[in-house]
């Protein structure tokens, strides 16, 4: 499947679909509090999306049952919401998309609860970096590898370790789309980025070793070493020069009571 370009009225679309990704990550990153389960955050997330008139990416993805995905601590990405109480120094990553008028937009933050240790706010720095790192280099012209080195790069620089199993990905009707978009790899490889490329950038980044494993739940992706994981995303669209960021958000403070 070839990579699909969107017209301007398209990423229009998107960049709706975007900013209610954004704001509804925005409110969920407000409303987090130490003592709040997950299922909490996940009821949050149902009722700001039916505000918006728009429906979930996730729920039912491939038989995903929940509209958020939080992930905590050791968790990478996919942890489904539940009973579990968040608690102070937790770093809980939130993962959410959207459809709005057939487009979809995806995006990812993590926050710490309360007091996080200075290595885990160190993660969350370097993990957003890392995605802004890849922002940064996502122009027409460049290789689509670039991004992946430009991740890795920082992320290896400051000490910590890119997750390779997952990737980030082309998006638009369909919440994957082509290309897949890895974290890590030598530059100058793969597609010549081109305006009208809508891609969903995610870098997931480790404090300890790279390998991950799936939890019995066949969902909730973990490090393998048990060490703390950050997940940052966006939704960015190349145009004649810097990228656009669709899901753009003011970026909460680390550390959120
Ligand atoms: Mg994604």
């Avoid at 039912?60 to 049952?65: K, L, S």
Wanted: with cysteine; net charge negative.
């Amino acid at each position: 499947m070839a990579i699909i370009i969107k017209s301007p009225d398209e990423i229009a679309a998107m960049r709706q679909a975007g900013s209610i990704v954004a704001s509804i990550l925005r409110t969920l990153s407000k409303e987090i509090r130490t003592g709040m389960t997950t299922r909490q955050l996940d009821d949050i997330a149902v009722r700001e999306l039916a505000r918006y008139g728009a429906t979930s990416s996730f729920k039912g993805y491939r038989g995903f049952p929940t509209t958020l995905c939080v992930s905590i601590n050791d968790e990478v990405v996919h942890g489904i919401p539940g009973d579990r109480v968040i608690c102070e120094g937790d770093i809980v990553s939130l993962d959410f998309g959207a459809i709005i008028d057939g487009f979809h937009g995806d995006a990812a933050i993590t926050v710490g609860v309360g007091n996080i240790s200075p290595k885990a706010k160190q993660l969350l720095e370097t993990t957003k970096g890392s995605l802004e790192a890849g922002i940064a280099v996502a122009h027409p012209g460049a290789h689509l590898s670039d991004i992946s080195a430009a991740i890795q790069h920082h992320a290896e620089s400051r000490g910590f370790s890119v997750v390779r199993e997952y990737t980030g990905h082309g998006i638009g009707r369909e919440m994957h789309e082509e290309p897949q978009i890895p974290n890590f790899g030598p530059p100058g490889r793969g597609p010549v980025l081109q305006k009208g490329m809508v891609l969903a950038i995610e870098p997931m980044v480790n404090i300890g070793g790279w390998e991950t494993k799936v939890k019995n739940n066949h969902w909730t992706v973990i490090t393998a070493d048990g060490s703390l994981s950050g997940h940052f995303e966006k939704t960015i669209a190349i145009t004649d020069g810097e990228a656009e960021v669709l899901t753009a958000w003011d970026q909460p403070p680390i550390g959120i009571p």
